[in-house]
């Protein structure tokens, strides 16, 4: 999965699933988590919705052994939900696992980050600003602790930020955040992954927006010369380019 081999991460995933048919409550419910994680690699919504609706919250609700997977469960079903654009719903299930990640890690772990993260960009979506805010400020302030020499959730987080601050007309402090996160998403992400290719275009439409258009181009072509591959998300990327 994470060397975005999805057929043979859907192949291996699939077949831990049946292993497991007539086992416990407990791997059957790994294996369809791991399964649904794979079919929201490959956005393949139907599939992912048939697999989370197999495993049974209250199972892992009055099981404390389950606590972690809970957690994979809420974030599963937020991911599929900002996916499909129905982020009001997204935020439900996000702001459960972000109740269960404090619970099991407290508030200085990457999982617990990565939730405070998720909210913040929900919160956005929502047009609740001061909300994403107090939750991308907590994101950064404990990520910062947790890697003090940077690292790529740092980016997200920084770019997150910049982009909030850039909805509500703060350009300045959004140029900052948004070239600090491009900046560690190169050192950490790559030059051609797509997270610097979103962080070259929330750049490049700052730029835009205070008129500096040769500077604005120069982003916009380097991200198209990032693109180097047809998934879905690459396409959108390209697409909001040439617009």
Known sequence: LKLNNWSDAEKYALLALETVENSTDYH????????????????????????????????LLVNSIYK???????????VYYRIKGEFASAYKFVEKELHVTTEIFGEKNIHTVTANNNMGILSHQLNKPKVAWEHLQRALNNVRQIHPEGSALEGQICNNIGTLLLSLNSC?????????????????????STETVESLINLGWLLYTENKYDEALVLYNRALRNINDVSSENTRYAATIYN
Do not use: F, P, T
């Not at 402090?173 to 790559?190: D, F, H, Q, S, W």
């Open 28 to 59: 059957k419910i790994m294996a369809r988590l791991q399964l649904a994680k794979v079919y929201l690699a490959q956005e393949k919504l139907r599939d992912v919705h048939k697999q989370l609706s197999c495993v049974d919250e209250q199972v």
């Open 68 to 78: 972690k997977y809970l957690m994979y469960y809420y974030n599963a079903w937020g």
């Open 172 to 192: 300045v402090k959004a140029e900052e955040m948004i070239r600090k996160g491009l900046e560690l998403r190169v050192k950490y992400n790559g030059e051609k």
